[in-house]
């Protein structure tokens, strides 16, 4: 839910305030790589067995496939904000805490972890403050360049974001908040 459903809500609810040429950067991660998407239980209520990285791996995906959807609803605005996704890197942070026995995450996460905070901002700085013109939206970036996405993130024929937009305005109505009617009105 919160790393995709809130990112989704909270943009739609500042969107009419944002100014011309303004960018929406989503913080995905190489980790939508593993992503699956079971529509009817997207929350792990019922159908799925939950684990942190499925979740993770899920919601990654969710973040890459919003960035491109909401790139696909601007340019039918004709506007020139963009919308853009990215992977920061592989950083040290909490969600280590469920990766293995409790004695050996330290050393998992140093070993794996292979960027300090700072590192990993910096894609997400560029993503903001570098020319418009050095990507489209809907673009992928890492290490401050476009990468490629998995086969599910290209998302060729855009059905797979389309169904994920939609499922979650029903589940953000669903939960009581109210969206703005147009994205950027």
């Known amino acids: 839910g919160t790393n995709h459903i809130g990112h989704h809500a909270f943009t739609r609810l500042l969107l009419p305030g944002m100014a011309s040429g303004g960018r929406i950067v989503t913080v995905s991660s190489e980790a939508h790589r593993f992503g699956e998407f079971n529509f009817d239980d997207l929350n792990y209520k019922s159908k799925r067995t939950y684990s ?3 979740a993770y791996g899920q919601s990654k995906l969710a973040n890459l496939l919003f960035a491109k959807a909401l790139d696909d609803r601007l340019k039918g605005e004709d506007t020139d904000i963009l919308s853009v996704s990215l992977h920061p890197g592989v950083v ?3 969600l280590w805490r469920s990766t293995g026995p409790k004695l050996l995450q330290g050393v ?3 070993v ?8 990993g901002a910096a894609t997400s700085v560029y993503a903001s403050l570098i020319e418009s013109s050095a990507f489209a939206g809907g673009c992928y970036l890492s290490d401050c360049a476009i990468a ?5 993130g290209k998302d060729a024929n855009g059905k ?8 979650t305005e029903q589940m953000i109505a669903g939960a009581g908040c109210d969206l703005p009617e147009g994205l950027l009105r």
């Open 52 to 54: 942190p990285w499925g």
């Open 92 to 94: 040290a942070t909490n």
């Open 108 to 110: 998992i996460k140093g």
């Open 112 to 119: 794996i972890g292979d960027r300090n905070i700072e590192q």
């Open 148 to 152: 490629e996405t998995s086969e599910k």
């Open 160 to 167: 797979l974001r389309q169904e994920l937009w939609e499922k």
